[in-house]
């Protein structure tokens, strides 16, 4: 069965620590999508990321990055000198990916990360 | 703009009552889906649509009922069979190869 587990349920830092959200998933899929999303308190999921199950090179946007470690089914996202603005509910999602997943792609979500960063 | 609106933001319910929550897309997106988030959990999957007048039950569809006749629309009815409608619904949609699924601004649904 896919699973996708974030252990951190709340995690509080000091403006401009950085910070890491860890996600790690279960699943018999060669073929997968993870995704990250945030949802800040108005409420709304913003996509973040997506990424490939064939593509293991670490991605960096900005102040965000990620690492995608099969080998430990793990896809972590690291906020770099982090700011108020960040403080939200972070989800790690996983879906299939291969020709079996037709027109819809489940999405299986972590609880969320709930991020407070501190001025 | 392109995107998802959700109306209402705030949805009050008396007993007994049908309320219905509107989902409009002007992505060109194939896929439609409404989600339910109670605090401290995840996101759980009420019914999706892959195409217009088709639509499927998600993990949690009793006591809901969803419709799509159109491609832009995909409203969702909480109907009185639903004894704990209160919640954050989300409503998502994904386009070809349903790849990433972008969101709404949510709808709160509190019974009165």
């Known amino acids: 069965a896919q699973k996708v587990t974030q252990a951190q349920t709340e995690i509080s830092v000091v403006e401009k620590e950085d910070v890491t959200l860890d996600c790690v998933y279960e699943t018999r899929d060669t073929t997968y999508y993870l995704f990250w999303y945030k949802q800040p308190p108005s409420g709304e999921l913003v996509f973040l990321i997506r990424?490939?199950?064939?593509d293991e090179q670490n991605e960096i946007s900005g102040r965000y990055s990620w690492n995608f470690q099969k080998s430990t089914s793990s896809f972590n996202f690291t906020i770099t000198a982090s700011q108020v603005v960040d403080s939200a509910v972070y989800f790690c999602?996983?879906?299939?990916?291969?020709?079996?997943?037709?027109?819809?792609?489940?999405?299986?979500w972590g609880l969320g990360t709930s991020l407070a960063v501190n001025p | 703009d392109g995107g998802i609106t959700q109306s209402p933001k705030y949805l009050f319910r008396k007993e007994g009552q049908n309320v219905t929550l509107s989902c409009e897309q002007n992505l060109n997106h194939d896929a439609m889906y409404w989600y339910r988030q109670d605090p401290g959990q995840g996101l759980r999957l009420i019914y999706y649509s892959q195409i217009v007048n088709d639509f499927q039950k998600g993990d949690i569809a009793e006591g809901y009922s969803v419709s799509r006749e159109k491609k832009e629309s995909f409203p969702l009815t909480v109907t009185s069979a639903q004894k704990n409608p209160t919640a954050f619904y989300l409503c998502?949609?994904?386009?070809?190869?349903?790849?990433?699924?972008?969101f709404g601004p949510g709808t709160r649904l509190l019974v009165l």
């Open positions: 999602a996983l879906s299939e990916a291969g020709p079996d997943a037709g027109n819809n792609r489940k999405l299986i």
């Open positions: 998502a949609s994904s386009g070809q190869g349903a790849k990433t699924q972008y």
């Open positions: 990424r490939n199950s064939f």
